[in-house]
Structure formats: C-alpha cells, structure tokens
C-alpha cells in the first residue's frame, strides 16, 4: 500500500480529539445542554482539542442547530451499508452528511455483536460513509477470551483486512478505534502498555498492508475512559484521542473529561 508514512505519526498532530459516543441515550433538552456546556470550554476553544459528538441520530440536526463554528463537529453513530431502497429503519450515510454528519463510526463492537455486522458489511459502511463525505471510525477490537488466547494481533488483522477488500475508489482518510471489548463499560482501561503496543502493531500493519488507508490516518483508544484516567491515557504516544462512551453523556463529565485531558 503508498501509505505515506507521515500521515502515520500522531507527533505531527498535537491536538487530542474526544469522540463523544452516547449509544442509546439523552433527550433533545440534553443535546442543548451538553453542546453549550462543552462548546464553551476553553480547551475547546483555544483549539487544544476537538471533540466530535456522535449523538443518537434523531438529534444530529438539532445539534448542528447549537454548534457555533468548527470548535464542535458531530458523528453518527451508524450508517446503513446501502445507499438507498426498501431498508426499512435504516439511514444512510448522505442522510447523516445532509443531518450535519462529518464523521461515521463504523463497526461498533455493539453492533457487530448485538446486530450481527460483518466485515464485510462494516467495509461496505466504511464505503457509504466515504462516498458521502464522512471520515468512518472504524472499531476494532478483541474479546476476554481471544486476548486469554493470545489472539489480539490476528483478530485486529482479520478486523483491518477486511478493510482491504472496498470495492469502490480508495477511502482517502480512515480513522481506526482500537476497543477492546473486555474494556468497554466495564470502568477497567487497558493498560498503557497494552494501548502501546497494539497502537503500535496497528500502525505497522496499515502500513505495510494493501488497505486503502492513505492519508490523514488517526488512531483512538475506547474503553473505559474517564476523567480520572483521561490525564494519563492521554500521554500515550502514537494514540491521537479517545472514544468515550459512558463518561461522555452528562456534560459535567464530559467537561471534567476534557479539562483532565489537556
Ligand atoms: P465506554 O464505551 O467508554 O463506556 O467504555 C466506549 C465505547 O463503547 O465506545
């Protein structure tokens, strides 16, 4: 893969980015007290970091409607594998972009285990939302029982291969989320060494492989991130920011989170 090998430095990238996963919850009043509790804070505003809301997408518009400037940008949580036709409850990765979108996750491991996505269908999202002017988030990470088994490494490879086989024209920025799953909700991080070195077996492998990872790559950590853990974890070389998921719901955390982060 031409992978430039700059674009896989995170030293070149000093601003640490907050990805902001509320899964199932809030309320239309809530998305009006987080974004202007968290848009305000200086951290945010002086451009020390960047912090990407992915609300569920009922309210991306509402959002977008108290979001001032570039200080906040909005994701989806999920977008449909198709472009359009008979997917009932599904949307779409241009429906998300039109709602105020920039950024996709992709293949929670939510909703590879509970809603039975593939690779193969998190490589066609990956697509969608490319096509459709999103950067895609993509997940990946190992259960208790591979990490037990010493599988992490062929688990995150078959999980970024896949990611090798779009069909359509190169996806030109990919972000990738390492989350391991033992980690997600359970309030125990990996430890910084584990981060580090899987960080660093993620980076060697986009590039080496053939994967159509080209430019602006950016690698995230999930799991268990918190205010308390937010100072350290965020030392850790190579790892560009964080994807949060229970701290980033009440604004008072997600404020503590971004005042501990910077
Ligand atoms: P958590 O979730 O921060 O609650 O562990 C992370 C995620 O699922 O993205």
Known sequence: MSINQNSLSSAVHPRKI??????????????????QAVQTLEEIRSGQMQVILCPPAIWLERA??????????????NVSAQ??????????????????????????????????????????????SAQAGLIPIVCIGETAEEKRAGQTEPVLARQLECLGALHGEPVSTLWIAYEPIWSIGTGIPAEAGNI??????????????????????????????????????????????????GASVEADSMVALCRALV
């Open 18 to 35: 907050l990805i902001a996963n509320w899964k199932l919850h809030g309320s239309g009043s809530h998305v009006e007290r987080w974004v």
């Open 64 to 77: 977008r409607g108290y979001v001032q400037g570039e200080r906040l940008a909005l994701g989806v949580q």
């Open 83 to 128: 472009s359009e036709g008979s997917f009932t409850g599904e949307i779409s990765a241009a429906m998300a972009f039109e709602a105020g979108a920039r950024y996709a996750l992709v293949g929670h491991s939510e909703r590879r285990r509970l809603f039975g996505e593939t690779d193969q269908m998190v490589a066609a999202k990956v697509e969608q």
């Open 196 to 245: 580090l070195a899987v960080a660093a077996f993620i980076r060697a492998h986009v590039a080496s492989s053939d994967a159509t990872m080209r430019n602006q790559f950016r690698l995230f950590y999930g799991g268990s991130v918190g205010a308390g853990n937010a100072a350290a974890l965020g030392t850790l070389e190579g790892v560009d920011g964080f994807l949060v998921g």
